[in-house]
Structures are given as structure tokens and as C-alpha cells.
Nanobody, 127 residues
Framework: QLQLVESGGGLVQPGGSLRLSCTSA????????IAWFRQAPGKEREGVSS????????DYADSVKGRFTISRNTTGNTAYLQMNSLKPEDRAVYYC????????????????????WGRGTQVTVSS
């Protein structure tokens, strides 16, 4: 199975930035769609952003549009989530998820679309 590991979480002040990374093993992510989900205390898991296998299609939750940017290398084993202008409401455990899609270049932000999941990384936004 594909293994995913998130990194880059931590504590930041409101208005600050973090860059999360998702690294795969033992395979590269060349033909995998990638998504970031998050789960805040007392809330349901939310699809934050997704990117297609070739990087041609991205999607964002309304709550993060204009602040977060998802990216990836079309070859290699890493994807990213750049998080700017962070707000206290962004506090959550952030999860990387992936699904093999071959040559298709489309994505959705639905949990059931993704087979492989990382263990999560904590993001805390507090003064």
C-alpha cells in the first residue's frame, strides 16, 4: 500500500503562515490525486483542498480560498499545502489523502474518494 506522512504543522500566531508537506512511500505520486482534509475540535472532518494527478485541476473549500494553496510535483513523492493568513478557526489536525487515478486529471474533496491516508499533523493558531 501507499504510505503517506504529513509534516510541517505547529503553532503560529493569527496572520502567520505554515507550509505542510505530504510525502509518499514506497511509490511516487505521479498518478495519484492528492487532497488535504482537516478536523477541528468538536467538528466533522472537512475537505480543505485537492489537486489532480497532473496538477491541472485544484479545488478549495470556501473557508480557505485566497489563503491556502495546494501544489505538487507531477513526478516525485511530495505534495504541499501553503497556508497563509491563518485564523484561529484553522486550528485542526490536517490529513493528507491520496487515490490512484492513472491518467485522469480531475478531483473531488470527498473522503470516500481517497484510499490512502496519513496520520495527520497538528496546526494550532493562537496568540
Amino acid at each position: 500500500q501507499l504510505q503517506l506522512v504529513e509534516s510541517g504543522g505547529g503553532l503560529v500566531q493569527p496572520g502567520g503562515s505554515l507550509r505542510l508537506s505530504c510525502t509518499s512511500a514506497p511509490f511516487t505520486l505521479d498518478y495519484y490525486a492528492i487532497a488535504w482534509f482537516r478536523q477541528a475540535p468538536g467538528k466533522e472532518r472537512e475537505g480543505v483542498s485537492s489537486i489532480s494527478s497532473r496538477g491541472g485541476t485544484t479545488d478549495y473549500a470556501d473557508s480557505v480560498k485566497g489563503r491556502f494553496t495546494i501544489s505538487r510535483n507531477t513526478t516525485g513523492n511530495t505534495a504541499y499545502l501553503q497556508m497563509n493568513s491563518l485564523k484561529p478557526e484553522d486550528r485542526a489536525v490536517y490529513y493528507c489523502a491520496s487515490q490512484w487515478v492513472g491518467y485522469r486529471d480531475s478531483v473531488r474533496r470527498l473522503e470516500d474518494d481517497y484510499e490512502y491516508w496519513g496520520r495527520g499533523t497538528q496546526v494550532t493558531v493562537s496568540s
